[in-house]
C-alpha cells in the first residue's frame, strides 16, 4: 500500500528505495520475502525501479533449513560481492527451533 500510494502522490519518481534500520530492517526483510511488490527489482503496479535496504535486523529470515557455514562468515567486510558456497542443516541444535519462523519459515 504504502509502495503504490508514494507512486501516486509523486508522478515524477524515477525508481522506489525501501529501508529499514534495527526492529524496521527486521520488519522490512519480513515484508519483502512475503510481499509481491519489488518482483523482478519493479514495483508491482508503477514498473518503477525498486531498491531495499536493510541494515541490522536483529534476525535474519532464512527461506530454506540450509545455513551458512562459519567460513562464509568472515569477522570483516568482504564486499557486496562476498560470495558463500558452504551450507548446513543444523538439524540437533537449538532444541529444534532453529528453522521456526522469525529465522526460518517452518511453521507458517
Known sequence: VGVDWTQDMYKNLDRVVVTGFSAGGQFLLRWVVMSPEGENGKTRFGGLDMRVIIGSPSTVLYLTEDRPKAVCR?????GRYHKCDAFYTPSHSCDGQWDKYGFGLSGL
Open 74 to 78: 568472515p569477522d570483516e567486510d568482504k
